[in-house]
């Protein structure tokens, strides 16, 4: 393989056969006609992406990659300009993981390549398939601080999947091929390709690429039978069993089979902050989400669970908290279809490799009902004893009272974006998702600026689909330049700012772990959102009492003439509960605002 080595961070897969494609050139000329023409790298690279079903590609033009662009031009790919790089590869985002299809981005050299290390990090983290497109300065100039050269594939070498620098023209439909078929098989990621300016201008003449062949990638498909019969036999023992679904069971489309097997088993649901939507949130075997602003219920019934089974789920450190203490007495299963995951944080009793679907789909007929009535009465006695709620009373205007009628409002039929922060949370707790890739978040790596641009390539890949983008006053401002964008294509985007002036979520942890010495959060300065909504040729609604909260949501649904902001000026101090803080056991939940300091948690973050 060309470029990089892979990443060991990502299991492989089976190779699989390219469908033909022909070189167009122009017929065979007569005597002393005008030769045929050869595509040059740049037409070839376009018409690969043509053939893989390449809809839209998101990105910013430079001199490196102006033989891709000019390509473009002839293709029936649609080119969506975005004002920022990062906005770019947010947007691919956001159409990957609303379609299951890698989001494709193009790029120049230098900055405009560096400028997308932020989406592909967020990419690698929430395993999303996405292509990468850079220019590159000629490969004559490589290691000569040329203008705009930079070690592309050196830098992102840690935050993509695989990558490939192109030093010869006649290997580009081989790479296009591999690296589609590597963003999406097996555990999903980014891909990078790094297009000297040379090799894109140059003559392809290659032949037609007639399959993928990778020695030694192969991606699990279906668990051994001896490790699905183990599983079986250690569910049948259970008696306060969890199913807890992850982002996997997204990517996998397992939702219906584990809904299935819920039922089957009579096991209470919870999902993780990415595997929302996987399985119905309004289910009544469904407990919403687990982990450190997970609902007081589902992490009582984690915490007191005699079983647990992860599909699709990493254990990761929002989740399990202190982990001597998590899930300690209970059976640990682990489905995935990354095997350097299993054990990597928790570990498992059982672990089954493979298609989180075709894995719980072999194993339903393995396993029968279970006696859970009594764990069930006592998960439905928490759910009644540890309801979400906020403050009701009084003029302060709370977010969680505006997600709460957003969420009732779109009735189940919007899909949602976030950003990263309280409002994320709130958000998460109080919008409860019904479909599969209705809910896009930044997961592992906590993306600020992800909400907006991955609203956009959301309602590219769903123009049909309401598409609502919830962000932080101080996220949004990250990436608020992609107005421009939306309102050029005329997305009916709503936008819905939580503005509380501050980076909310510091803010929180400052206050309960730090004696409330307030450093670095204050957001004075904030523009009028709506103002500056209007300024973009976007039109704009204020919510700034609850009396507003319905009426403006209404306004909102009902405006699909392009994108709309909601700026929601809410409390300035409000604090997400339910709260695990960091690296504490489950045991220390918090339901409400303590009354004292709190401990920092040692090694915490």
């Not at 690429?209 to 599983?231: C, K, M, N, Q, S």
């Not at 995951?341 to 928790?346: C, G, R, S």
Request: with cysteine; net charge positive.
């Amino acid at each position: 393989m060309d470029g990089q080595k892979m990443s060991s961070k990502r299991s492989a897969a089976p190779a699989a056969a390219a469908s033909d494609r022909g070189v167009v050139t122009r017929r065979a000329s007569r005597k002393g006609t005008v030769p045929p023409r050869v595509e040059t790298g740049a037409e070839r690279l376009v018409r690969c992406m043509e053939a893989h079903g390449v809809e839209y590609i998101f990105g910013l033009s430079g001199g490196a990659a102006m033989p891709i662009f000019d390509a473009l031009v002839d293709s029936k790919i649609k080119l969506i300009l975005t004002r920022h790089e990062q906005g770019a590869s947010h947007m691919a985002d956001g159409y990957a993981r609303a379609t299951g299809k890698p989001g494709v981005v193009l790029v120049t050299s230098g900055p405009g390549a560096t400028n997308t290390v932020t989406g592909l990090l967020t990419a690698l983290m929430d395993s999303v398939p996405m292509i990468v497109l850079t220019g590159q300065t000629p490969t004559f100039n490589l290691g000569k601080d040329a203008f705009q050269e930079a070690d592309v594939t050196g830098i992102t070498y840690p935050v993509v999947k695989h990558s490939y620098l192109v030093t010869k023209v006649n290997d580009i439909p081989r790479v296009v091929d591999e690296a589609f078929y590597l963003a999406s098989t097996g555990r999903p990621g980014p891909i990078l390709i790094d297009l000297p300016k040379d090799v894109t201008s140059a003559p392809c003449t290659a032949p037609d690429h007639d399959g993928v062949r990778i020695p030694g990638y192969v991606v699990p498909g279906r668990a051994d039978t001896d490790v699905l019969e183990a599983a079986a036999a250690a569910i049948t023992k259970s008696k306060r069993p969890v199913l807890y679904v992850g982002h996997g069971a997204v990517i996998s489309g397992a939702g219906a089979a584990i809904a299935q097997l819920s039922e089957k088993l009579q096991a209470p649901v919870v999902n993780t902050l990415l595997g929302k939507g996987a399985v119905d949130e309004t289910g009544p075997m469904h407990l919403g989400m687990l982990g450190m602003h997970g609902t007081a219920y589902a992490n009582k019934a984690v915490e007191a669970c005699d079983l647990i089974m992860a599909i699709g789920a990493r254990w990761d450190d929002r989740i399990t908290g202190r982990i001597s203490e998590f899930c300690a007495n209970a059976t640990r299963i682990h489905i995935d279809v990354d095997p350097a995951e299993f054990n990597k944080t928790v570990t498992s009793h059982v672990q089954l490799l493979g298609d989180a679907r075709l894995v719980v789909e072999d194993l339903l007929p393995l396993v029968g009902r279970l006696d859970t009535k009594p764990w069930l009465a006592q998960c439905a006695a928490w759910r009644k004893a540890y309801p979400l709620h906020y403050p009701t009373r009084g003029k302060a205007l709370r977010a969680q009272h505006v997600l709460d009628r957003v969420n009732t409002l779109t009735d189940g039929k919007a899909l949602f974006t976030t950003d990263v922060g309280q409002h994320q949370m709130w958000a998460a707790q109080f919008i409860r998702t019904r479909a599969n890739r209705m809910w896009l978040s930044s997961g592992g790596a906590g993306t600020m600026g992800y909400g907006f641009p991955s609203a956009i390539g959301a309602q590219f890949a769903k123009p049909k689909t309401p598409v609502w983008c919830v962000v932080g006053d101080g996220g949004f401002q990250m990436t608020m330049c992609e107005l421009a964008t939306a309102a050029i294509h005329k997305l009916p985007v709503k936008v819905l700012i939580i503005n509380n002036n501050y980076l909310g979520m510091v803010r929180q942890w400052q206050e309960l772990f730090f004696d409330n010495r307030l450093s670095g959060v204050d957001l004075e300065g904030n523009p009028d959102f709506v103002k500056l909504a209007r300024a973009y040729g976007v039109k704009g609604f204020y919510i700034r009492k609850p009396s507003d909260v319905d009426r403006v949501i209404k306004q909102a649904i009902k405006y699909n003439d392009g994108p709309c902001v909601i700026e929601a000026v809410v409390v300035k101090e409000d604090n997400v509960f339910p709260m695990i803080p960091a690296g504490a056991g489950y045991r220390e939940m918090l339901i409400e605002r303590p009354k004292g300091k709190l401990e920092k948690p040692e090694g915490s973050t």
